[in-house]
T-cell receptor
Framework: SQQGEEDPQALSIQEGENATMNCSYK?????LQWYRQNSGRGLVHLIL?????REKHSGRLRVTLDTSKKSSSLLITASRAADTASYFC????????????FGGGTRVLVKP | ETGVTQTPRHLVMGMTNKKSLKCEQH?????MYWYKQSAKKPLELMFV???????ENNSVPSRFSPECPNSSHLFLHLHTLQPEDSALYLC?????????????FGPGTRLTVL
């Protein structure tokens, strides 16, 4: 498997529920970023968490990072229909030449 | 709006055509990127430019030819493409070419090769 894999691949929830998705990676990282992509559009940066941070919040988003397990989670609280999108994690590490490596994404459907 | 624009938004071309994709960033960034996004595959980094110099070419076939005339503009010239090249091509920019920098993406060009 490749650096930055999201789980689950797809998620369907009702509006108002929380959505949780996970990202696992293999090599050591400098930081991990989460991006969102609406259908057929470009990616939009959501949040960056550094390797020395364990948790970060931004509005209804909560990101955790566990470097011992090489995993991160993205929680969207009180989801809205407008949160329907694909969510990608991207890892940055020196071993990869300081470039970002994106995972395959989690497709989230929030039903009204 | 992310400050990164791409034209055209949609492109249909035959295998013998020559076309170009254009990307422009209005953010004063020093690094620009081309990515390919195919169905059911992770985002693939194609090229990286830093201060107008190509610093990465991820084994991309020569039928894709990038050009960066200045730090605000990036082109992807296409010729003799194959149907499997059909994908969403995304341009991005960042302040510098380091992984700690947030990347700002354009809306993409949906390319269909007949």
């Amino acid at each position: 498997s490749q650096q930055g894999e999201e789980d689950p691949q797809a998620l369907s929830i009702q509006e108002g529920e929380n959505a949780t998705m996970n990202c696992s990676y293999k090599t050591s990282i400098n930081n991990l970023q989460w991006y969102r992509q609406n259908s057929g559009r470009g990616l939009v940066h959501l949040i960056l968490i550094r390797s020395n941070e364990r948790e970060k919040h931004s509005g209804r988003l909560r990101v955790t990072l566990d470097t011992s397990k090489k995993s991160s989670s993205l929680l969207i609280t009180a989801s809205r229909a407008a949160d329907t999108a694909s969510y990608f994690c991207a890892t940055g590490n020196k071993a990869a030449g300081n470039k970002l490596t994106f995972g395959g994404g989690t497709r989230v459907l929030v039903k009204p | 709006e992310t400050g990164v624009t791409q034209t055209p938004r949609h492109l249909v071309m035959g295998m013998t055509n020559k076309k170009s994709l254009k990307c422009e960033q209005h953010l004063g960034h020093n690094a620009m990127y081309w990515y390919k996004q195919s169905a059911k595959k992770p985002l693939e980094l194609m090229f990286v430019y830093s201060l107008e110099e190509r610093v990465e070419n991820n084994s991309v076939p020569s039928r894709f030819s990038p050009e960066c005339p200045n730090s605000s503009h990036l082109f992807l010239h296409l010729h003799t493409l194959q149907p499997e090249d059909s994908a969403l091509y995304l341009c991005a920019s960042s302040q510098d070419r380091t992984a700690k920098d947030t990347q700002y993406f354009g809306p993409g060009t949906r390319l269909t090769v007949l």
